[in-house]
């Protein structure tokens, strides 16, 4: 029964995984990510998103996105004013309508395992039921995002 029973186990630990844990946070987990895979172009001296935004053509071409480095930055692009800008560009497609993955999902990983598994553990820190693609206002097909949604977020430092 046991024997039986381990590669189950086994499977349900693949799965779940550690980013299934309750404790993800933007110091232990998100941090290390973004630093890896997004720092290149959303780092120290990459400008903050007004400045981005008077600029915005420019800087595209330039392959600088806006900077997004610390907690207090890249919640902008979860809560408020930027809602749900991480969730749109890092879904894999599986949250989105048309079922095309966000543009910076690419940037996630080297390979699609690793892309999986740290779209995982953004998806655990911002929340059970908080990863949706709203945003603040309704914007053609996207509707806006309810005040339940946003009780949903965790997003612990
Ligand atoms: C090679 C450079 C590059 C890398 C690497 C990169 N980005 Fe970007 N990102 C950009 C640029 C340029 C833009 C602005 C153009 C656009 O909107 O696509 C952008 C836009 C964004 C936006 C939208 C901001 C807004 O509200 O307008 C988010 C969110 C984002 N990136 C997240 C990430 C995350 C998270 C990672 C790492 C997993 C990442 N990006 C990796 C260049 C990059």
């Known amino acids: 029964m046991l024997k039986k ?7 349900a630990a693949a799965i779940t995984g550690p980013a ?17 895979n997004c720092s290149e172009c959303h780092g120290a001296s ?9 600029q915005e053509e420019k800087f595209t ?3 600088i996105g806006p900077r997004m480095d ?16 991480i969730m749109r560009r890092l879904d894999d497609g599986k949250a989105s309508p ?7 999902y690419r940037y996630l990983g080297g390979d699609d395992q690793e892309r999986q598994k740290n779209l995982a553990v953004f998806k655990a820190w911002v929340g059970e039921g908080g990863w949706n693609l709203n ?3 309704a914007r053609g ?7 339940d949604q946003l009780d949903k977020l965790k997003l612990a430092y």
């Open 5 to 11: 029973l381990i590669p189950v186990l086994a499977l």
């Open 20 to 36: 299934a844990a309750q404790n993800v946070t933007y110091t232990k987990d998100i941090a290390p990510i973004m630093k890896e």
């Open 46 to 54: 990459a400008p903050i998103f007004k400045e981005f935004k008077k």
């Open 61 to 63: 071409k330039e392959k």
């Open 70 to 85: 610390s907690y207090p930055e890249l919640i902008t692009y979860i809560g408020w004013p930027e809602t749900g800008a």
């Open 98 to 104: 048309g079922g095309k993955p966000g543009n910076m």
């Open 135 to 137: 945003r603040w206002a």
């Open 141 to 147: 097909d996207v509707p806006a995002i309810t005040k």
